[in-house]
Each structure stands twice: as C-alpha cells, then as structure tokens.
T-cell receptor, first 112, second 116 residues
Framework: EAQVTQNPRYLITVTGKKLTVTCSQNMNHEYMSWYRQDPGLGLRQIYY???????DKGDVPEGYKVSRKEKRNFPLILESPSPNQTSLYFCASSFDLGDEQFFGPGTRLTVL | AQSVTQLGSHVSVSEGALVLLRCNYSSSVPPYLFWYVQYPNQGLQLLLK??????LVKGINGFEAEFKKSETSFHLTKPSAHMSDAAEYFC??????????????FGKGTHLIIQP
C-alpha cells in the first residue's frame, strides 16, 4: 500500500530534550516536506527536500533540522525543543514540487 | 509568490443543504489548485485537484470545484451535505512550472459543521 508513515504518533517531552520524528514514504517520491499545523494558522511549511542531500527552509524553520540521506526517509529533528513547538506535525511527499502531496497521519507533540 | 485565502474559518450548514466553501488564490503563473479534507485525528486527504484541464473538477464523496480564472477562485461545492462531511477543509495552490520553491501553499482552513 502506498503510504507515508510517521513515528511516533504522539509524544510528550520536556524543554531541551532532543527528539526526532521519523518520516518514510514508499512511493519513490522526489519531494518531501514537513508542516506544522496550529489552530487558526493552517499548515505552515517547516522544511522541504527536493532530492537526496537537497534540503531547504520553508516558512517556519527556526528550531528545526532535517536530513535526507535516503530517498524514502526525511526525519525532523528538534535539537532543543521549546513549548512554542507544541503542535501537530505532518510529513508529506510528492512526485514533483508542485504536484499533489501525500500526507502522513501526523505526530502530536507536546513540549512541557 | 502565491497565496490562498479561505473565506470563513467556520461554515455551518444543515444536513441535506448545499455546501459552499470559498477559496481565492493569488499566483503569478497559471496554478495548480487543490482541495484537501482532514477528518478528526487524521491526516490530510486529497479531495480533488485542478491541473489546467477541465475547469469543473469532480472529486471524491460528491464534491466538485470550479476554476474561475477571472475571479481567481476555486470554490468547493456539494449539492447535499451529509453528517460525515463534517471536517476541516484546506485549499492549496502550487506553481506547476517549478520556477519557485514554494511547493504547496495552503489556506488557513475552513471547519465545516453539519447541523442535523
């Protein structure tokens, strides 16, 4: 089944404790992206990647890192999480930059 | 740069009534346009997309949208609302030429409430 998977689905952590949210797709997509969703703000892009070893900042990159060592994986790293990073996070992928994106199920992160 | 405006953060309709969710976009090039739906506690699912073919696009679950270039609009409609349509709906725009690095730009979403 074609899908985007994210882990974990739910995470509660404390300020400053490094964490990684994994994302994997099995559709051989070139383009992958991370979004955060907050009430009243819709989806905002954090980082995106157009291919292996090619990543770039989206609209709200501060406090986040990503890597794209393999085509299928695009982990999101929070080196020192803060409470303002409490949010719902989505990973997405597509064949091309402006094409339909396929979304993962989301990761709900709470930073205390 | 591209942008999307969804009019109304919340829309309430009665079961069986017409659903109309409004979306206006701004784009410097002919865009691709999308509507996504998010059911509670789930990810986003594509409802329909416009990619410069027919201006009236039919999607899943009885939804359709019409691309109107003169109005820069892509409103989503469904003739008869069902309780299961209650969800968050997002309009999105992209630049298919790939000239910019914007990918998809999303509106802020419209929460559709269905009254019994």
């Amino acid at each position: 089944e074609a899908q985007v998977t994210q882990n974990p689905r739910y995470l509660i952590t404390v300020t400053g404790k490094k964490l990684t949210v994994t994302c994997s797709q099995n559709m051989n997509h070139e383009y992958m992206s991370w979004y955060r969703q907050d009430p009243g703000l819709g989806l905002r892009q954090i980082y995106y990647s157009m291919n292996v070893e090619v990543t770039d900042k989206g609209d709200v990159p501060e406090g986040y890192k990503v890597s794209r060592k393999e085509k299928r994986n695009f982990p999101l790293i929070l080196e020192s999480p803060s409470p303002n990073q409490t949010s719902l996070y989505f990973c997405a992928s597509s064949f091309d930059l402006g094409d339909e994106q396929f979304f993962g199920p989301g990761t709900r992160l709470t930073v205390l | 740069a591209q942008s999307v405006t969804q009019l109304g953060s919340h829309v309430s309709v009665s079961e069986g009534a017409l659903v109309l969710l409004r979306c206006n976009y701004s784009s410097s090039v002919p865009p691709y346009l999308f509507w996504y739906v998010q059911y509670p506690n789930q990810g986003l699912q594509l409802l329909l997309k416009y990619t410069s073919a027919a201006t009236l696009v039919k999607g899943i679950n009885g939804f359709e949208a019409e691309f109107k270039k003169s109005e820069t609009s892509f409103h989503l409609t469904k003739p008869s609302a069902h309780m299961s349509d209650a969800a968050e709906y997002f309009c999105a725009v992209s630049d298919p030429s790939g000239g910019g690095a914007d990918g998809l730009t999303f509106g802020k979403g419209t929460h559709l409430i269905i009254q019994p």
